[in-house]
């Protein structure tokens, strides 16, 4: 079993930013697709970014792009989501999740996921 904890989460002004941080317990040869998703209240739970662990490949919603990051530190099997220049609209309950996989091909899909982190909520106000 996987356990994931998300960090970081908070309340800012729009223009602000924030940095999510996921920690993943257990420690494996396996490679993971290391995805952020989002939930706003009253919309479905939607892909913001996503990281193939294997080769550090990043994948981005459009909507996200040139605003949001995703890293990883192997060594901590951490995974961050920096984000800058945010908006009232990134307002959510940000979800780590995870999967043991060869790519991160169907990454916004959230049934693909095995684990997920509890949630951490973000707050953006005008």
């Known amino acids: 079993q996987v356990r994931l904890v998300e960090s970081g989460g908070g309340s800012v002004q729009a223009g602000g930013s924030l940095t999510l941080s996921c920690a993943r317990s257990?420690?494996?040869?396996?490679?993971?697709?290391m995805g952020w998703f989002r939930q706003a209240p009253g919309k479905e739970r939607e892909g913001v970014a996503a990281i193939y662990t294997g080769d550090g490949t990043t994948y981005y919603d459009d909507s996200v792009k040139g605003r949001f990051t995703i890293s990883q530190v192997d060594d901590v099997n951490t995974v961050y989501l920096q984000m800058s220049s945010l908006k009232p609209e990134d307002t959510a309950v940000y979800y780590c999740a995870a999967v043991p996989i060869s790519s991160c091909g169907p990454w916004r899909l959230s049934a693909e996921y095995l684990y997920w982190g509890p949630g951490t909520q973000v707050t953006i106000s005008a």
């Open positions: 257990r420690i494996t040869s396996s490679r993971y697709c």
